[in-house]
């Protein structure tokens, strides 16, 4: 066993928290959007590239049905997700200012959410129209 190990209480070894209690929960979700985006990046390229001959109409004819849809909206809200769960750690590594850092993490909030939610909104704009 290593120093850190030896300092750590059984229960702590077997849930991997730290001494702050917090950060594993955080890893966890970055490794589970990472692990979604997978599969969900590969159905995206399929998608875009079964839309590369199609005019306004034949994408909204595309979109419209529920597969490509949902695996849209599902790439979309992963992606949004984990680049706002990968964008609070450089914040919290890189902001040194409590205001600032505040600011920061309340702007990705934000940011992050909004450009989910246009994605959202133009997937469902174009499979309802």
């Known amino acids: ?5 030896k300092l750590q209480t ?6 991997h928290l730290g001494s702050a209690k917090s950060g594993t929960l955080h ?11 997978l599969p969900l990046t590969i159905a995206f390229v399929v998608i875009l590239i079964s839309l590369a ?13 529920p597969c490509p849809a949902i695996l849209m909206l599902l790439f979309i ?23 600032a850092k505040t600011l920061a993490l309340m702007a990705n909030a934000c940011f992050s959410a909004a450009v989910g939610l246009a994605a959202v909104y133009a997937v469902l704009r174009l499979s309802f129209t």
């Not at 059984?10 to 849930?15: D, E, F, G, N, S």
């Not at 001959?53 to 049905?65: I, K, Q, Y």
């Open 53 to 65: 001959g199609r005019d306004f109409e034949g994408a909204r004819a595309l979109l419209g049905s």
């Open 10 to 15: 059984p229960r702590a070894r077997v849930t």
């Open 1 to 5: 066993m290593t120093q850190q190990a």
């Open 77 to 99: 809200g992963a992606g949004a997700w984990h680049m706002a769960l990968g964008m609070q750690v450089v914040i919290e590594d890189y902001v040194h200012g409590e205001h």
């Open 27 to 37: 890893a966890w979700r970055v490794r589970l959007t990472s692990f979604a985006l």
